[in-house]
Every structure is written in structure tokens, then in C-alpha cells.
């Protein structure tokens, strides 16, 4: 074996698990299209300001996930760790508080974090995400959550729990996050160096934190659920009232922290039993002063993003339908002048005519060719040894006739036995 392989925390997609793959983006395109979003596609990187400034300085990608490089004229650019900023971004750039609002995109990309690799955690991942922007009432963000529920459930994901809580709004969260602070800076000789190194970054992340004595001090700490202002608990409730209308189960969890800073209000998270220790598969939540932060007008936003890798490692090897092969055009090695190009223009010509056709394309023998078209499942075996006179090959029913070159196609698409 070559001693070059692919990165670490990088993985071939071969045709097996692409095959899984496609199931869950056709799944994405049917739930989210139905539901009136449009897919969208941004660059493999951007400008590091645009992750700096809109997934928050103090969050663990843009202190240490983020992969940057020179752009070779002193601009620094960084491969994409998340959708939303980019898609924000995009929404500005592209004037899209000009049409109707709210703006309905999906996206189904690679992204990419310096993150020690795991089972469930790679540098190089996959997400299916979904943004609204420009509406900012409870029925959008129950909305979203109903349809990364659906995906979930299509996709067969297990042991599916849902987090649930609200951040409130920018103003009384600054409110909030100084009454944590202080109760932080109360209790430092009851927290870890590395949330009292956070406290005044982003004190809510102390609620994320694994040491065992800032758990036990974290749970005197107020919480935001009961510091909500009045419109945004009503914006709260309806989005509970609609979940459970809906007929969706969730925990409300009031120290609910998720690795981006622009969220405001709602807040979630998907969890699988079915995943061990990396147990997100996927969450979301409002981020209503994104798009101004980003130099756009204000605007309201909500969306979500689900990890590919971790959906299908929840929910394990689907089975999926065989690729049909209609006809393999076998070539015997004794054929005459002209065969190979008979065959390659009936494969060719098949294919255009809607049939799934392969060539032989190794050398076998006659007898290689016609257990290769087995094992491929093939229906049909076209024998090429005289150009004009072409023996095609029932494979279900055994029998075989000789053609002119041009009744094989019409013969395979009538479907009909050759008696
Ligand atoms: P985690 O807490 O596991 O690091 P996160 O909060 O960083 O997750 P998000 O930024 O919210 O995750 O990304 C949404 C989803 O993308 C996650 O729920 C997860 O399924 C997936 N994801 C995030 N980082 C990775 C990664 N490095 N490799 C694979 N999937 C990932
Ligand atoms: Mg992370």
C-alpha cells in the first residue's frame, strides 16, 4: 500500500456509502422541498471575518476549529466550519430582503473544523441544514423543527430526544449574562480554569463543561429560561404549543448551550441514543441578530443543521435497491472486423434510449463476460462476434436469439421473451 492516504479526519465516500448518501439527500429535497425551501450552495471558503464575526470570537471553531490560509494576496480566508453565516452573507449580498420574506433555503455541503478526530467527529463532515430568514413569529421556528423532526424520522435515525429551550433576546441576555458572570466570579474556587478563563468570553458555556465540581456549582447558577421578558416567553410558549399540536415530544433543558453565539430565542437539539458519546445529530435555533451583525439589514433568522455522518451512524446500514443493468454488450475475443465499435455504439445507443447498459471493458473471455454480466444482475447479454448478426442473451429465461443490430434495442425495451 502507498504510504499516502487521506488526512486524518477526512474519509472516502465509496459508491456503497454514496448510495446511503443519496437516500438521505433525497429524503432532504422531498421534506424541505415540499415545505417551499430552495437548495442553495455558497464557496468551499470565505473571507475569516465572516466566521469571526458572525459564529462569535469567543466560541471553541473561531478560537481553535477554524482551518485558515492565505489567499496568496494577504487575505486571510477560512474553509467553511458552519452554513449560516455563509448563507447570511449570501441573503445580504444578493438583496434577498427584497422579495418575499421570509427567504426558505436548504443545503446539503461539506464543512470543515480542526477537531481531534473520532467516531462521529471528523475535520472534513457533511451537513443538511435549513434557514429561514425574515420572519420572526413562533410558527418559523416550530416549522423548522417539525421538518429536521421529519428528516430524523425518514432518514431512520433511533433513539431520536429532543433539547429545547430559549436564550431570549440580545438585550436581556447581555442582562442575564451578567448576573451569570457574577455568580461565576462568586464561585470561582468551584469551577474549572478553563471556565473561569471563559467567564467573561462566554459565561454560558460554563454549563457545558465536564468537570465534575462545575457541574455541582452550575447547578445553583440562575438560568435564562426563568429570566425570559415577556414577549419572549410569548414567543416561547406558542413555539411549545405548536410542537406539541404537532404532536413532537421534547425536554425543556434551561442550560441548553450550543457552540455558535448568534442565537437569540429559540434554541434545540436532536440527540440519538443510538450514537454513544457524540450524541448530537443535530440542532438549531433563532438567530435574529445575525444578518445586522453582518452588516445587513435587521432580520430576522432560525434554522438548523444536522450532521450527515452522524445520521447514517444512527441509523445504520439501510438496505438499498440494486442498480438494474438491462443489457451487457459482450464482446468474444474471436469476433470479427467491426465488433468493438457495434459494441460500443450499442451500449451507447442503449443508454439513450433510457436502458442502463455496460460494456465489456476488461479483455475477459466469453465465458468471464457472461458470469461478470451475472454477477452485475444484467437482463440481457448482447454478443457481439458478427456486427450484423448480434446474439442477445435472455438471461432470466436462458434462451437465445440472433438480431439485426437495430431490433436489440426494441427487442429489450418490448421486454418481451425471445422465443
Ligand atoms: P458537538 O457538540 O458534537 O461538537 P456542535 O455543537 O459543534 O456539535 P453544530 O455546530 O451545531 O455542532 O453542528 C450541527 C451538527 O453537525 C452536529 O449536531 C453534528 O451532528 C454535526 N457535526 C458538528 N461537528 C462535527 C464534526 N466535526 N464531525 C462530524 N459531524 C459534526
Ligand atoms: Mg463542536
Same mark, same amino acid.
Given at each position: 500500500m502507498s504510504s499516502l492516504q487521506a488526512p486524518r479526519g477526512t474519509f472516502d465516500v465509496l459508491p456503497p456509502d454514496a448510495a446511503q448518501r443519496l437516500v438521505l439527500e433525497e429524503q432532504a429535497r422531498r421534506i424541505l422541498g415540499a415545505a417551499g425551501y430552495g437548495r442553495i450552495e455558497t464557496p468551499t471558503y470565505e473571507a475569516t471575518e465572516l466566521f469571526a464575526r458572525g459564529v462569535g470570537e469567543a466560541t471553541d471553531i473561531v478560537q481553535k476549529e477554524m482551518y485558515s490560509f492565505d489567499d496568496g494576496a494577504g487575505r486571510s480566508m477560512t +474553509? %467553511? *466550519? !458552519?452554513?449560516t453565516a455563509p448563507i447570511c452573507r449570501a441573503y445580504i449580498e444578493h438583496g =434577498?430582503?427584497? &422579495?418575499? &420574506? *421570509?427567504v426558505k433555503l436548504w443545503y446539503l455541503s461539506s464543512f470543515f473544523r480542526a477537531e481531534a478526530p473520532q467516531k462521529g467527529r471528523y475535520r472534513q463532515f457533511w451537513q443538511v441544514g435549513a434557514e429561514a430568514i425574515g420572519a420572526a413569529g413562533p410558527e418559523t421556528d416550530a416549522e423548522l423543527i417539525v421538518l429536521l423532526y421529519d428528516l430524523l424520522q425518514a432518514v431512520g435515525v433511533k433513539g431520536l430526544q429532543l433539547r429545547l429551550s430559549s436564550l431570549g433576546t440580545a438585550q436581556t441576555r447581555r442582562e442575564y449574562r451578567e448576573e451569570l458572570a457574577a455568580y461565576l466570579h462568586a464561585h470561582e474556587?468551584? +469551577?474549572s480554569h478553563e471556565v473561569i478563563g471563559r467567564i467573561d468570553l462566554n459565561p454560558m458555556r460554563a454549563f457545558d463543561a465536564d468537570d465534575a465540581r462545575t457541574r455541582e456549582t452550575m447547578r445553583g447558577a440562575p438560568l435564562m429560561l426563568d429570566r425570559l421578558a415577556p414577549d419572549d416567553a410569548e414567543h416561547f410558549e406558542s413555539v411549545k404549543a405548536l410542537l406539541n399540536d404537532a404532536g413532537i415530544r421534547y425536554e425543556l433543558d434551561p442550560t441548553l448551550v450550543r457552540g +455558535?453565539?448568534?442565537?437569540? %430565542?429559540t434554541l434545540w437539539e436532536f440527540t440519538s441514543?443510538? +450514537?454513544? $458519546?457524540?450524541? $448530537?445529530v443535530g440542532g438549531g435555533g433563532r438567530y435574529d441578530g445575525l444578518i445586522e451583525q453582518l452588516g445587513g439589514p435587521p432580520t430576522p433568522g432560525v434554522g438548523w443543521a444536522a450532521g450527515v455522518e452522524r445520521m447514517l451512524l444512527s441509523a445504520g446500514q439501510q438496505p438499498i435497491a440494486a442498480n438494474v443493468v438491462d443489457l451487457f454488450v459482450a464482446i468474444p475475443p474471436s469476433s470479427g472486423e467491426g465488433a468493438s465499435q457495434a459494441a460500443f455504439k450499442l451500449a451507447n445507443d442503449a443508454r439513450r434510449a433510457g436502458l442502463s447498459a455496460q460494456l465489456e471493458?476488461?479483455? %475477459?473471455?466469453l465465458k468471464g463476460q457472461l458470469k461478470h454480466a451475472d454477477r452485475l444482475g444484467a437482463r440481457y447479454v448482447a454478443i457481439i462476434g458478427d456486427p450484423m448478426q448480434i446474439s442477445l442473451k435472455? =438471461? !432470466? $429465461?436462458g434462451d437465445q436469439t440472433e438480431l439485426a443490430p437495430e431490433s436489440v434495442i426494441p427487442t429489450i425495451l418490448r421486454g418481451s421473451r425471445i422465443a
Amino acid at each position: 500500500m502507498s504510504s499516502l492516504q487521506a488526512p486524518r479526519g477526512t474519509f472516502d465516500v465509496l459508491p456503497p456509502d454514496a448510495a446511503q448518501r443519496l437516500v438521505l439527500e433525497e429524503q432532504a429535497r422531498r421534506i424541505l422541498g415540499a415545505a417551499g425551501y430552495g437548495r442553495i450552495e455558497t464557496p468551499t471558503y470565505e473571507a475569516t471575518e465572516l466566521f469571526a464575526r458572525g459564529v462569535g470570537e469567543a466560541t471553541d471553531i473561531v478560537q481553535k476549529e477554524m482551518y485558515s490560509f492565505d489567499d496568496g494576496a494577504g487575505r486571510s480566508m477560512t +474553509l %467553511r *466550519p !458552519e452554513g449560516t453565516a455563509p448563507i447570511c452573507r449570501a441573503y445580504i449580498e444578493h438583496g =434577498m430582503h427584497k &422579495q418575499p &420574506q *421570509p427567504v426558505k433555503l436548504w443545503y446539503l455541503s461539506s464543512f470543515f473544523r480542526a477537531e481531534a478526530p473520532q467516531k462521529g467527529r471528523y475535520r472534513q463532515f457533511w451537513q443538511v441544514g435549513a434557514e429561514a430568514i425574515g420572519a420572526a413569529g413562533p410558527e418559523t421556528d416550530a416549522e423548522l423543527i417539525v421538518l429536521l423532526y421529519d428528516l430524523l424520522q425518514a432518514v431512520g435515525v433511533k433513539g431520536l430526544q429532543l433539547r429545547l429551550s430559549s436564550l431570549g433576546t440580545a438585550q436581556t441576555r447581555r442582562e442575564y449574562r451578567e448576573e451569570l458572570a457574577a455568580y461565576l466570579h462568586a464561585h470561582e474556587d468551584g +469551577l474549572s480554569h478553563e471556565v473561569i478563563g471563559r467567564i467573561d468570553l462566554n459565561p454560558m458555556r460554563a454549563f457545558d463543561a465536564d468537570d465534575a465540581r462545575t457541574r455541582e456549582t452550575m447547578r445553583g447558577a440562575p438560568l435564562m429560561l426563568d429570566r425570559l421578558a415577556p414577549d419572549d416567553a410569548e414567543h416561547f410558549e406558542s413555539v411549545k404549543a405548536l410542537l406539541n399540536d404537532a404532536g413532537i415530544r421534547y425536554e425543556l433543558d434551561p442550560t441548553l448551550v450550543r457552540g +455558535l453565539d448568534y442565537y437569540a %430565542r429559540t434554541l434545540w437539539e436532536f440527540t440519538s441514543d443510538a +450514537l454513544g $458519546a457524540q450524541s $448530537a445529530v443535530g440542532g438549531g435555533g433563532r438567530y435574529d441578530g445575525l444578518i445586522e451583525q453582518l452588516g445587513g439589514p435587521p432580520t430576522p433568522g432560525v434554522g438548523w443543521a444536522a450532521g450527515v455522518e452522524r445520521m447514517l451512524l444512527s441509523a445504520g446500514q439501510q438496505p438499498i435497491a440494486a442498480n438494474v443493468v438491462d443489457l451487457f454488450v459482450a464482446i468474444p475475443p474471436s469476433s470479427g472486423e467491426g465488433a468493438s465499435q457495434a459494441a460500443f455504439k450499442l451500449a451507447n445507443d442503449a443508454r439513450r434510449a433510457g436502458l442502463s447498459a455496460q460494456l465489456e471493458l476488461a479483455g %475477459r473471455g466469453l465465458k468471464g463476460q457472461l458470469k461478470h454480466a451475472d454477477r452485475l444482475g444484467a437482463r440481457y447479454v448482447a454478443i457481439i462476434g458478427d456486427p450484423m448478426q448480434i446474439s442477445l442473451k435472455d =438471461m !432470466e $429465461a436462458g434462451d437465445q436469439t440472433e438480431l439485426a443490430p437495430e431490433s436489440v434495442i426494441p427487442t429489450i425495451l418490448r421486454g418481451s421473451r425471445i422465443a
